[in-house]
Each structure stands twice: as C-alpha cells, then as structure tokens.
C-alpha cells in the first residue's frame, strides 16, 4: 500500500461568511478574538449583547460583532471556545 500525505488545506470563505471559534481576553485591557480550528487570530470581536437560553453546553447566547480581514461580520456563538458563525453586515464600522 503506497503511503498517503495529508495537508491542510483551508477553503476560502465566501465573503458573505466565515467561521471561527471565539476566545475571550487572554488579560484585562487585550481584545477579544476569532480564531481558526488551530487556534490562529482571524480577527478582534467583542460581545455586543447575551441573553439566557439554559442548555447542557452553555447559560448564554452571546451576539458577537468581529473586524476579520477588513470587514465587520456579526453572529452568535455559545462562549469562550465555541464555534461562532458570522455573516458579513451591511453597515460597515471599526471597533474602538
């Protein structure tokens, strides 16, 4: 059996989407982040607002808005290491 080399091979985002893992602050005063599976920074994020939604993964919903390659996306994600899935917003604007 011939031996088989594996990559990683990332597909680019559409630009109306992207994926990441948020993470919060690593210390008082830094951002927010959206990274890739691997743990890379694509981005700053911040939470914009949450509310209760009980489950066995998590208390919150958190609405996060990210500055990822220029753009502003927003989208929802669980907490810190949980996925979020952002769509690119219309209104355009940089964190301060």
């Known amino acids: 059996m011939k031996a ?12 109306d989407e992207l994926t990441g893992y948020y993470q919060k602050p ?5 951002p927010a982040l959206i990274t890739d599976f691997l ?15 009980p489950s066995f993964i998590s208390h919150y919903i958190h609405q996060v808005e990210a500055q990822i390659g ?12 949980m996925l979020w899935k952002g769509k690119r917003m219309a209104q355009q604007y940089h964190l301060n």
């Open 70 to 81: 220029g753009y502003r996306y927003t989208g929802r994600s669980r907490g810190n290491g």
């Open 4 to 15: 088989r080399k594996f990559t990683k091979i990332a597909p680019a985002p559409a630009p």
């Open 39 to 53: 743990g890379a920074p694509l981005g700053t994020a911040e939470i914009v607002s949450s509310w209760l939604a």
């Open 26 to 30: 690593a210390a008082p005063g830094l």
